[in-house]
């Protein structure tokens, strides 16, 4: 089974500090997403990688920047934390086939909150 | 530009009752369906997912959905519902060529009443 894992399931920052969220698949899987999850607005695309070094822009980049140095490994970051940055962040990775499509397999969730 | 809407925020309905969650979509192009459960203090999981082929998809706990290319929907269907299906469901969509990524509805959450 594809497992995906996130470095921590709960996590308490102050406003400004740097914040790194880790993600690691294990299943070779070409793309790697970042997602925030909040209440009433579903999940929100950060940020996604389909290969080792490249990255592409989500819904709401903005305040985040990503990493993506080896194919099982896809880090979100946070610049300078802000309290609005507060939310349940879930990392996803796929592999595209025409026979499975591109369903995503997820980790599961850090809860993050800036204080 | 994708865009997936589910209408209901929250559905009570009662243990062995039926229950049906509205999915539509929009895409100027081909697509791929999914539904994705996500239980308490967990991650997604897929439920089921439309390819291609037969537009009757379904899971192997008892949903359903029907992919309906007319009226742009994709509804998830069961006909008796059982405690353990609380959770909240997330609609997805995905271009057939912008395979990368997926567009997530902002998720009904289904509670059953014992």
């Known amino acids: 089974d594809v497992k995906v894992t996130q470095s921590s399931r709960y996590l308490v920052k102050r406003t400004g500090e740097k914040v790194f969220l880790e993600c690691v698949q294990d299943?070779?899987?070409?793309?790697m997403f970042w997602y925030r999850q909040d209440p009433g607005l579903g999940l929100r695309l950060i940020y996604f990688?389909?290969?080792?070094?490249?990255?592409e822009k989500g819904d709401i980049p903005e305040g985040y920047s990503v990493s993506r140095e080896k194919k099982e490994r896809f880090s979100l970051i946070l610049e300078s934390a802000s309290t609005n940055q507060t939310s349940m962040y879930l990392c996803?990775?796929?592999?595209?086939?025409?026979?499975?499509?591109?369903?995503?397999?997820f980790g599961p969730g850090t809860r993050l909150t800036v204080l | 530009a994708q865009s997936v809407t589910q209408l209901d925020s929250q559905v009570p309905v009662f243990e062995e009752a039926p229950v049906e969650l509205r999915c539509n979509y929009s895409?100027?192009?081909?697509?791929?369906l999914f539904w994705y459960v996500q239980y308490p203090n967990q991650g997604l999981q897929l439920l089921l997912k439309?390819?291609?082929?037969?537009?009757l998809v379904e899971s192997i706990n008892g949903f359903e959905a029907e992919f309906n290319k007319s009226q742009t929907s994709f509804h998830l269907r069961k006909p008796s519902v059982h405690i353990s299906d609380t959770a909240e469901y997330f609609c997805?969509?995905?271009?057939?060529?912008?395979?990368?990524?997926?567009?997530f509805g902002t998720g009904t959450k289904l509670q059953v009443i014992p």
């Open positions: 996803a990775s796929s592999l595209f086939s025409e026979a499975e499509g591109n369903e995503q397999f």
């Open positions: 299943m070779d899987h070409e793309n």
């Open positions: 990688s389909y290969d080792v070094k490249m990255k």
């Open positions: 895409s100027s192009v081909s697509v791929y």
């Open positions: 439309y390819l291609s082929g037969s537009t």
């Open positions: 997805a969509v995905s271009d057939l060529w912008g395979y990368q990524k997926v567009t």
